[in-house]
């Protein structure tokens, strides 16, 4: 009789900037003999996104997140009662060996239950300023993953470990021509890809509409994920300065973001941890316009590193207009793209994935535990 396999939990949904690192780090645990199930909200963009991975378990959990609006908050409160209920049975149930949140309001229930339980927690928080879930919740866990360069002042560095953001194994570069033609753009063309997070961005939308007429006539390709629920599918035709039509494609959803990033000469994007992660990966230049809400302007610390590094540029939100020459002087700018991606190369991190997959098993008590990888300096790549 076999033995059943041992389960990790993956509490990861809320956003895409959430959900894409449990995704990896799930198929990274089925890849090493265990069983792994997502834990994720009920929002659409995490259906849209577990859509494509029928082989992982996902597991949709009440909660919605904190909002100081009184009617808001009293949800907040009801169902986040019941997330931790629902969240309690559920480790009765599979006796996880492991618990893993990557923060936002679904880690909550199943991190208290979960050490309540006496199973071993981690956390992992993607931003160079950690989100107040993983704040807050770090007080019960026994391990914390945060990014290079970003502490927990009030707790143990025994608990705390400097780590990436484990990337989906399928976004990697492929050859440029394939890649165009597999998103209907022309191989021969440059191309810039407009992405605004799991969300869309609709300024980065309104700029894409606004400029795309302009692009195609010096022969640049504009490829613009809107986000769900922002807009239709649509591709428009404008001439070139010699007569030809030149795409620009509106796409409410990417299913291939390995495609879009090899696609692309350049990026022009909010600053989300996820698609940082996924640009180094792919080594593709990028434009970064931080999403000026993010909590504790987090986007601008991430993008700050990346542009340290020398990734690409920040542009502000407040200096959009002046988004389309800083764009258009990157694009024809062969030598400067050229060492951009030199230096997106000099930062990747492929083994981010097993490393923590070394120590999840440490800590589940599954193996002999590692050293601790030292703590990275501030120049340390996502
Ligand atoms: C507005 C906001 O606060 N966003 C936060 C959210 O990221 P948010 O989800 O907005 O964006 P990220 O860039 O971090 O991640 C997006 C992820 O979704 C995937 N994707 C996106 C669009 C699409 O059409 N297809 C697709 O597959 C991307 O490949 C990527 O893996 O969580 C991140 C991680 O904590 C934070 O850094 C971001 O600041």
């Known amino acids: 009789m076999s033995m059943p396999k041992k389960t990790f939990l993956i509490a990861c949904g809320g956003t895409g900037g959430h959900l894409s690192p449990g995704i990896a780090l799930a198929e990274g645990l089925v890849a090493r003999g265990y069983s792994a199930t997502l834990l994720i909200s009920r929002k659409k963009v995490d259906s849209r996104l577990a859509e494509k991975y029928p082989h992982l378990t996902f597991l949709r959990v009440p909660g919605s997140p904190l909002s100081l609006n009184p009617v808001r908050f009293a949800k907040f409160v009801f169902t986040q009662a019941h997330g931790f209920a629902y969240c309690a049975n559920l480790v009765r149930r599979e006796r996880p060996v492991g618990i893993v949140g990557f923060g936002g309001f679904t880690s909550a229930g199943i991190v208290l239950a979960g050490s ?43 608990v705390q470990r400097t780590m990436g953001l484990p990337v989906r ?25 407009v992405l605004g997070g799991s969300q869309g961005a609709s300024s980065l939308n309104t700029w894409a509409r606004d400029h795309a007429a302009a692009f195609a006539q010096v022969g640049v390709q504009v490829y613009c994920v809107t ?156």
């Open 227 to 382: 986000g769900l629920g922002k807009s239709g599918a649509e591709t428009i035709e404008n001439p070139s300065r010699h007569g030809e039509a030149v795409r620009t494609i509106f796409s409410p959803f990417c299913d291939r973001m390995g495609a879009l990033l090899s696609a692309a000469d350049l990026v022009v994007s909010r600053a989300g941890a996820g698609t940082i992660a996924e640009l180094i990966r792919c080594a593709t230049p990028a434009v970064l316009i931080p999403y000026p809400h993010a909590a504790d302007n987090h986007q601008l610390a991430n993008a700050r590193l990346f542009e340290q590094q020398g990734g690409g540029i920040i542009v502000g939100e407040t200096a959009m207009d002046t988004l389309a020459r800083e764009v258009g002087d990157i694009i024809f700018n062969d030598g400067l793209l050229r060492k951009f991606r030199e230096n997106l190369q000099r930062m990747d991190r492929a083994n981010s994935l097993d490393i923590l997959l070394d120590d999840l098993e440490a800590l589940a008590g599954l193996s002999e535990p590692k050293a601790p990888a030292q703590p990275q300096a501030e120049g340390g790549a996502a």
């Open 116 to 158: 309540l339980l006496g199973v071993p927690v981690a956390l992992h928080e993607a931003n160079r300023v950690p989100g107040r879930a993983v704040r807050v919740l770090s007080m019960v866990a026994r391990r914390v993953y945060l990014p290079p360069g970003a502490h927990l002042s009030r707790h143990s560095l025994a």
């Open 169 to 193: 194994k399928e976004i990697v570069r492929i050859p440029v021509a394939g890649a165009r033609a597999q998103l209907g753009l022309d191989p021969q063309r440059p191309v810039i890809a």
